[in-house]
């Protein structure tokens, strides 16, 4: 009776099987390491992002949180304003900041409470206010734009901050109060939320 005889497994075949073995399990660990990655990055991201929007949100009513924003961007106006022409890494990394906390801000604006001034009544407030914010973009990019050593730099910060603070008081003195006092207090919640959600995003 004839025996049949399993063909003998050669190293080289036992070599490239251990291999793919072992690329597969590579592959394995860095697609788990990608994905592990991934969701801590964006858990660092939402993470950031709570903490920008925290002061505004732990502020209370929308105006109470919108008065918090206009107060911190003053102050780092502030300290903008006393830098010399020599610190222009400082400068540019506090024109960053100021950017960015105020495109936030006009977001949570404009997306929210301009709308809930229109619903008020008080459309043409609401569109010079909108109006306003396009100067106010436009000043950041004069200011990206300019030699940040230039004297004429630090002339251009103290003209935004005075067109700003004039944008701020007529919001802060008029438009907002009047704007909550219309308002039921379920209302100006919902409006609290809103802004805060559209905060958020940006932040």
């Known amino acids: 009776m ?4 399993e063909p003998k497994r050669t190293t080289k075949t036992t070599a490239r099987d251990a291999a793919k073995a072992s690329n597969g399990t590579s592959m394995g660990v860095i697609a788990g390491a ?3 990655g991934a969701a801590l990055g964006l858990l660092a991201m939402l993470g950031r992002k709570a903490a920008v929007q925290a002061p505004s949100a732990l ?3 929308w105006d109470d949180a919108l008065k918090a924003e206009h107060k911190a ?3 780092v106006f502030d300290t ?3 830098t010399d022409d020599k610190a222009t890494i400082r ?3 506090l024109l960053a900041h100021i950017k960015h906390a105020l495109v936030k801000h006009a977001i949570e604006e404009e997306n929210v409470i301009y709308p809930a001034l229109r619903e008020a009544g008080k459309t ?3 569109d010079n206010l909108n109006a306003e914010h ?3 973009k436009q000043f950041l990019y004069d200011l990206e734009n300019m030699p940040s050593t230039s004297p004429k730099w630090l002339e251009k910060v103290k003209e935004f901050r005075a067109a700003l603070e004039k944008h701020i008081r007529e919001e802060e003195d008029t438009l907002f109060p009047e704007l909550r006092a219309q308002l039921s207090e379920e209302r100006n919640k919902a409006l609290t939320l809103a802004m805060n959600k559209e905060g958020f995003k940006v932040a």
């Open 59 to 61: 502020a209370g009513n």
């Open 80 to 82: 903008l304003e006393a």
């Open 73 to 75: 961007v003053l102050k």
């Open 124 to 126: 043409e407030e609401a």
């Open 134 to 136: 396009g100067y106010v």
């Open 91 to 93: 400068r540019n990394m």
């Open 34 to 36: 990608v994905a592990g």
């Open 2 to 5: 004839a025996t049949t005889t």
